[in-house]
């Protein structure tokens, strides 16, 4: 079975710094999907980045960018010039390509402050 | 945009209750999930459904059951309330296709139960 891992359950970052919070997986799978979710205190589940795991290039989404390297299982998210509305809990989750109806696995979490 | 709502956001039940947690999306996805968020666990997936009356067992369907009768609705019942189900509860859908496997599930705001 899979499994994911995030073994920061708390980080905090100073306001426009740059912040890294780590996820790795386990799986025999080749090919799947990775993905970064954002939940702040609204509770409201948000996607902030995707990976394919076929796909050797980092993804990245304005100040969001990922580590991904696929022979170590890492998939890491790196917030640039960190903002106060970045505070939120954030879940690394996997998701297999074997058919479409295939949940999601989520790590359990790391929660983010941000210091003025 | 899509949307999941879930029928409550706080709701308090007696121990012993029959409790009905309901959540409608209105993309006309195939895939529903239920999880239940606990700090420091992250999130359990409950039961998941790929299509009308169909129903998968998720990581900790004990003391859950759920039913889909119409595609954009997917309820979760806990059949008799126990003290140890107090929980954040998510709904989430997301597209059957394999073309699909990388798009998100989307999220529901999340209904918070106490059971007393």
């Known amino acids: 079975a899979q499994t994911v891992t995030q073994s920061q359950p708390e980080m905090s970052v100073q306001e426009a710094e740059t912040v890294t919070l780590s996820c790795t997986y386990d799986?025999?799978?080749?090919?799947?999907?990775l993905f970064w979710y954002k939940q702040p205190p609204s509770r409201q589940m948000i996607l902030v980045i995707r990976?394919?795991?076929?796909?050797?290039q980092n993804a990245t989404e304005n100040r969001f960018s990922v580590n991904f390297q696929k022979a170590a299982k890492s998939f890491s998210l790196k917030i640039s010039d960190s903002q106060l509305g970045d505070a939120a809990m954030y879940f690394c989750?996997?998701?297999?390509?074997?058919?479409?109806?295939?949940?999601?696995?989520f790590g359990k979490g790391t929660r983010l402050s941000v210091i003025a | 945009d899509v949307k999941v709502t879930q029928s409550s956001r706080y709701l308090v039940k007696r121990t012993g209750e029959k409790v009905f947690l309901e959540c409608v999306q209105d993309m006309d996805h195939e895939n529903m999930f239920w999880y239940r968020q606990d700090p420091g666990l992250g999130l359990r997936l409950i039961y998941f459904?790929?299509?009308?009356?169909?129903?998968e067992k998720g990581d900790i369907p004990e003391g859950y059951s759920v039913s889909r009768e119409k595609k954009e609705r997917f309820s979760l019942i806990l059949e008799s309330a126990s003290t140890n189900q107090t929980s954040m509860y998510l709904c989430?859908?997301?597209?059957?296709?394999?073309?699909?496997?990388?798009?998100?599930?989307?999220f529901g705001d999340g209904t918070r139960l106490s059971i007393l």
């Open positions: 799986t025999s799978e080749s090919d799947y999907y």
């Open positions: 990976q394919e795991a076929y796909k050797q």
């Open positions: 989430a859908s997301s597209l059957l296709a394999r073309t699909a496997l990388d798009q998100p599930q989307h």
């Open positions: 459904s790929y299509d009308v009356k169909m129903k």
């Open positions: 989750a996997y998701r297999r390509l074997n058919s479409g109806n295939t949940p999601l696995v």
